[in-house]
DNA sequence: AACGCTATCAACCGCTCTCGC
DNA sequence: AGCGAGAGCGGTTGATAGCGT
């Protein structure tokens, strides 16, 4: 009930650039993290969650911001089919990408599912090329891949097959209950734990700071 | 020019996880 | 060990920009 309360009282809707300056100070003065007591002083209004939101998505620094690179959608795509819808990892291979970025762009350009829903009606000019390279991840025509793509996929390739067979090493067989390995849920907390740690320790590692000078 | 429709993305919600007591 | 508070995550919603008719 009291709760309730608060979180009436409590403001809503769209950041405005004073409350991002505000926000911006305390995060500055009461540190990355104390969400409770940020909201509390810095007299937003706004809840703990609300803030952490608007900091962690739009005022950290670093923050990259605009269309997606190819070969950053080219990434996603390849770790979504590893790690599912776990945003937050995903975001965290891209640097100065946050998941809830990660998220819409997998949800508006890649999910077919989504994009399938209905029928564009139009494509926006910017994003043609975008759309053209949809579900064609195997194939890579070759008047649309720079040489630095190809050493990213090169890379990419190599590592996720390495993962890949680690997986295999470990769990096989391959499918369980006729479903997919890697689209079973119950073993991606194995492969946050003990694979994607492995992988970008050693040999995962290397090939982490081969592809890094792309992105 | 006006309207309808779709794509986009910032923000919210509810759940789970983690940590301190 | 159990509980509560706070933080984090993924799914969903809603406002709005912009294109087609």
């Given at each position: ?33 104390n969400w409770a007591?940020i909201s ?8 703990g969650?609300?803030c952490r ?163």
């Amino acid at each position: 009930m009291k709760d309730k309360e608060v979180k009436t009282r409590m403001k809503r809707g769209f950041w405005k650039p004073e409350e991002d300056l505000i926000l911006k100070n305390c995060v500055k003065t009461h540190g990355e993290g104390n969400w409770a007591t940020i909201s509390e002083k810095s007299g937003l209004m706004r809840s703990g969650k609300s803030c952490r939101l608007r900091w962690k998505n739009y005022l950290r620094p670093n923050i990259k911001r605009g269309m997606m690179s190819e070969d950053e959608k080219d990434l996603i795509i390849r770790l979504h089919k590893l790690l599912g819808n776990r945003w937050s990892l995903i975001a965290g291979r891209l640097p100065g990408r946050t998941d809830n970025e990660v998220k819409n762009f997998w949800n508006t350009h890649l999910n077919n599912k989504r994009s399938c829903r209905g029928k564009r009606k139009h494509v926006k000019s910017k994003e043609a090329n975008t759309q053209s390279t949809q579900g064609k991840m195997q194939e890579y025509p070759a008047e649309t891949v720079s040489n630095q793509e190809v050493a990213t996929k090169t890379v990419l390739d190599s590592w996720i097959e390495e993962m890949q067979d680690f997986n295999c090493s470990l769990l096989s067989p391959l499918t369980m209950n006729n479903m997919p390995f890697l689209e079973d849920e119950p073993f991606i907390p194995i492969l946050d734990d003990i694979v994607l740690l492995e992988a970008f320790t050693s040999t995962g590692k290397e090939a982490w700071n081969e592809i890094q000078p792309f992105l």
